[in-house]
């Protein structure tokens, strides 16, 4: 296809280390809301109001009713074929890493299986006290607030407004990045970091970056291509490029 350089489908031929860094415009693709507080009775409050500990520890019935809202809906929805075009693009290499900025989970119904979640995922809840996991759902009824074994209250698993991202996955992303020979980013206006920086640091490793992406972006002088279009539609004619019959 006219629109790939033969020497991008060479590199994704011959790569052996690949990494993805995914963002919002993929998931959007698959009709996941923004939540910028438009939606419905959450109108009157602003996303920063409800994701933060403080509004957590004074209030957590009502964050807890938002995320069970948000859950309702996210549940809903489907991979698109970026994902599904993701997903099967893991299968062809030795090593694969998949590092998403979505808390949705769409990779992990898409198929992917090496994927690193920079800002958690909302399906799931952990511990305020001890930190233990589960894949609790969150609020079954206004007076029922999730609790783990020890006592201590369940919160999303996500990271809220004023939190770090988890270090331990941080570090394996850059590592990712400083170590692959084809880096694509997909979907994010790369200027939110430290997840901004990766694509730059597998540039400067010698890596091979390829950014796709309805518009230009900050990250787009750096890319070796830059593909301009809904990652659904360009992520399944590449495969099908590359590995005929693919998708």
């Not at 009502?62 to 809906?73: A, C, D, G, S």
């Not at 970026?82 to 769409?106: C, R, W």
């Not at 007076?143 to 996500?158: F, I, Y």
């Amino acid at each position: 296809m006219d629109m790939f350089s033969d020497k991008l489908i060479k590199k994704l031929k011959q790569s052996k280390k690949v990494a993805v860094l995914t963002g919002a415009g993929i998931s959007a693709e698959s009709g996941v809301p923004t939540f910028r507080g438009e939606e419905g009775l959450w109108k009157k409050y602003k996303s920063e109001e409800l994701a933060n500990f403080d509004a957590f520890i004074r209030n957590p019935e009502l964050v807890w009713e938002w995320y069970t809202f948000r859950k309702k809906l996210i549940d809903e929805v489907h991979p698109n074929p970026g994902h599904i075009a993701l997903s099967k693009m893991e299968q062809h290499y030795p090593e694969f890493t998949l590092i998403t900025q979505n808390v949705d989970g769409l990779h992990w119904k898409a198929g992917n299986r090496n994927i690193l979640e920079l800002h958690g995922n909302i399906m799931r809840s952990r511990c305020v006290d001890c930190g233990t996991g589960s894949n609790s759902i969150g609020m079954k009824g206004m007076s029922e607030l999730p609790r783990c074994a020890c006592g201590g209250l369940m919160r999303p698993d996500v990271v809220w407004f004023g939190e770090l991202l988890p270090q331990e996955i941080l570090i394996k992303a850059f590592r990712a990045a400083e170590n692959c020979d084809l880096f694509f980013t997909v979907g994010t206006s790369a200027v939110v970091q430290p997840a901004a920086s990766l694509p730059v640091t597998a540039k400067e490793y010698g890596a091979f970056v390829v950014e796709i992406n309805t518009e230009p972006t900050v990250i787009s002088h750096h890319a070796d291509e830059t593909l301009i279009g809904p990652s659904g539609e360009i992520l399944p004619k590449l495969l099908q490029c590359a590995w005929e019959g693919e998708i």
